[in-house]
């Protein structure tokens, strides 16, 4: 499972999914995997990265920023889906 933000979707097809009973809508919410891709592939955004490789990386695939701790990037995004 997924928490994301999910920005209008480009899916025609408003049945709510089989697996995680998300249906295509704007907002936060904790789908499948399926749901969260839409169609597209899964790519892994990297924190603490060089400035050498930022300037070679594609532009919003990482930062040179650390990354917060792992339990609080969850407690932040559960929180934000019960809000
Ligand atoms: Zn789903």
Redesign the pocket.
């Given at each position: 499972m997924v928490i994301h933000l999910m920005g209008p979707s480009k899916t025609y097809n408003l049945r709510?999914?089989?697996?995680?009973?998300?249906k295509p809508q704007a907002g936060i919410f904790k789908?499948?995997?399926?749901?969260?891709l839409d169609g597209h592939s899964l790519y892994r955004y990297e924190y603490d990265v060089s400035y050498l490789k930022l300037v070679f990386k594609r532009s919003g695939s990482c930062s040179i920023r650390d990354c917060r701790p792992v339990n609080q990037v969850v407690e932040t995004t559960y929180r934000l889906l019960e809000d």
């Open positions: 709510p999914c089989e697996r995680c009973g998300f789908t499948c995997l399926d749901c969260f």
